[in-house]
Structure formats: C-alpha cells, structure tokens
C-alpha cells in the first residue's frame, strides 16, 4: 500500500497545480487503485489533499484506508485489520545558483521595457526567496550588460584585471599636445597613466576564445584576463551568487539604460559567475544543484571589442550558448519586443525555454513562468 501510494503521489504531482478538485480525486483513486491489487483488501479509499505551503512551492499528501479479515486473530474476536499510509511529496526549487543576465542597453528606456523588467526581476527574487528551504538553498548573481559589463570598481585591485588597454587609453602627455600614448611616445614623450582609481569599473570581451568560455582567470596569462575598459555607457556593476535578497533587490533599482548590445559579454559573464573557477569559485555540480541563466535582451548585437557587424557578434554570441550548454547550465532566453529571434530560440536549452515577449508588461508573466519552471520534484514523506 505504501509503495503504490508513494508512486501515485509522484506521478500525480506533475498535473495537479492543473486540475481542478473533482478532477484531482478521480485521477487519485485510478492511479492509487491500478498500482495496488491485493485482493485480499476491500474498502479501498484514497484522498489527496493539495496546496502550495509558499508562492513557488506546492504539496501533494495522500491517505488511503483499507480493510482485511483476519484468519488467527478472528479466534481472539479481532475479525478484521485496519490499514493506512500517508504519502506526500513537496516540489519547488531546492538548490539553484541562477545568473540573471539583463540588457541595460539604452533600448530599454523605450515601451516601458526597464520599468517591467524591473517589476518582474523582484517579483522573481520574491518567488525563489519564499521557495528556498534554507540558507544557501538560492543564490543568485545578476549582470547588467550593455557593450561592456561593469565588473565593480571595489575589483580594482583584483588580479583577474589587465590593466594594459586602460592605461594605454586613460593618462596624460608630458606634452599636452599628444592625447595618446601611442603619439605621445612616437614624439620621444612621457606617458603618465591616471591611477587605477579613476576606473569606471567596466571590462570588455576577454580574448578570442576566452570571450565565450569559462576559462579560469591565471595571473601572468593576459589572454584569461577580464580587460579593463573606461566605457562611456558603462551599465550598474554585476553582483556574484549571494543569498542577500535586500540586496538583490537593491541591485535589480539600479539598473540604468544605456549603450550598444552585445548579447556575447553578458552571457559569458553569467557562465564565469555560477561556474566553480577562478576568480568567483561558484559551488561545485552536484545532483541537487540546478544551474540556470536566464538571459534577456531587447535588441540586435551592435557592438563588441572587435566590431559593429551584428553577424560577427552573432557567431560569439552562439559560441558562447553552445558552451553554455555543453556544460549542463540550463538557459532560458527571453527575446522583448525586437532582437534576433533566430539567434535566441536557438540559444534557449529547449524550444519551450526560449520566450518571445511582443509587450514589456508580459515581461512579469514571462518571468513567472520561468520561476515555475525551475522546480524540483522530490518526495519527502
């Protein structure tokens, strides 16, 4: 009875957020009564009882009754034996370390799309912080990403920065003639970079292959080494994994638009956060551990370290989803309004991963959605 019960509620839960009370108790006691044939036992009932304990977590508990007559005990005045079993299972997200990567582009100050976005990002953090269990069970990093991605100016003294294009860029002439340090040096002059405090916080893409991999960071091997970039339009810094919801949510207000597009750096910055390397060194795979990035945009690539050809950024950008995949991080894509539909539904892990939203206030139902998705089955009782 217990074995059979334990099945039912297991195969039950996957449709019963979806059915309604009549229609729960029917599939109940046709699932129950079709695993457990013992003949011997009469007065077979089975009732569920379903409810969501928290917004994003959901539980299902059976009871089922029997009765079975007795053959020694009928002697002693006992004719029959009462059975019982109780199954529940609990389903939400139990474990998730989710990189939230989000174009702040400056196309997002247009329809709406910032102000929605914003409201589904909490609405979001509020799903998954009342469905974790325990402390750890969540974390979450979130990337603003324009052309660039703002790794936080509190890095400046990180090893993992190269300094070489910055300092190249940002610093004065002894002859104030020369702007650069390329002409400056040329004409026999002293080149004098600005301090490393001056910086903005904002890196560009690492270099060709490192641009769309996790590569770890290795001091003394400038290729694996997130360059340093005064970028004009550069977005709020991006915030590791951490469990903090008041500041997650602080983090999420923020974001500004501004800038050109490039899908490429924040997708691979939302790889670098939850993988378990250098120099963020997110939790190590486990079987109870879902990585996730959920990736939105509303635009065409525009611009990268390299070029302004959207087709040229494209092919980094689907590099970098294919490894994504590759490395059993499960990605969701959301496409707002414009932006390369093609290029996204392709991206996405599954077809039905991949949401095309026509107008920012489904942005909230989109988002919603995803939470939903994210759920584990397990069973508890």
Not at 53 to 80: E, I, W
Not at 339 to 365: H, I, W
Request: net charge neutral; aromatic share 6%.
């Amino acid at each position: 009875m217990q074995a059979a019960l334990d099945a039912s509620a297991l195969m039950l839960s996957k449709d019963a957020p979806t059915l309604a009370a009549n229609d729960l108790t029917a599939r109940t006691g046709d699932a129950f009564k079709a695993m457990f044939t013992r003949p011997e036992a009469y007065d077979v009932a089975v009732t569920p009882q379903f409810s969501k304990p928290a917004d994003g977590n959901f539980s299902l508990k059976l009871t089922a009754s029997a009765k079975v007559n007795t053959m020694f005990s009928r002697m002693l005045g006992q004719s029959t034996i009462d059975l019982s079993a109780t199954s529940e299972v609990l389903w939400g997200i139990k474990k998730l370390n989710l990189a939230l990567v989000l174009d702040n582009t400056g196309s997002m100050a247009s329809n709406g799309k910032m102000t929605n976005l914003k409201l589904a990002a909490h609405n979001l953090l509020t799903t998954l912080q009342a469905a974790a269990k325990s402390p750890g069970d969540i974390k979450i990093a979130i990337v603003p990403f324009a052309t660039d991605v703002n790794a936080g100016t509190t890095n400046v003294n990180a090893p993992w920065i190269d300094w070489t294009d910055w300092e190249a860029a940002n610093g004065t002439c002894s002859n104030t003639s020369y702007t650069s340090k390329s002409n400056c040096q040329s004409h026999g002059k002293v080149w004098t970079p600005k301090p490393h405090s001056a910086w903005n916080g904002c890196v560009n893409d690492r270099d060709q292959n490192n641009d769309v991999t996790n590569t770890p960071t290795m001091p003394g091997s400038p290729a694996t080494l997130f360059r340093a970039d005064q970028a004009a339009n550069c977005p709020a810094a991006m915030m590791p994994l951490s469990e903090d919801w008041a500041a997650l949510n602080a983090k999420i207000d923020t974001m500004t638009p501004a800038g050109n597009t490039n899908v490429t750096i924040g997708l691979a910055w939302g790889f670098q956060l939850i993988s378990p390397i250098e120099p963020f060194n997110a939790p190590t795979p486990a079987p109870d551990l879902e990585k996730v990035i959920i990736i939105l945009t509303d635009g065409l690539n525009t611009q990268n370290r390299w070029s302004s050809t959207a087709s040229v950024i494209d092919a980094r950008t689907q590099k970098v989803c294919d490894n994504v995949k590759a490395a059993n991080i499960k990605l969701y894509t959301v496409r707002v309004i414009d932006g390369d539909a093609t290029l996204l539904r392709g991206c996405a892990t599954k077809p039905e991963m991949y949401y095309d939203v026509q107008q920012a206030v489904q942005l909230n139902s989109a988002f919603g959605s995803i939470a939903q998705n994210l759920a584990n089955l397990r069973i508890t009782k």
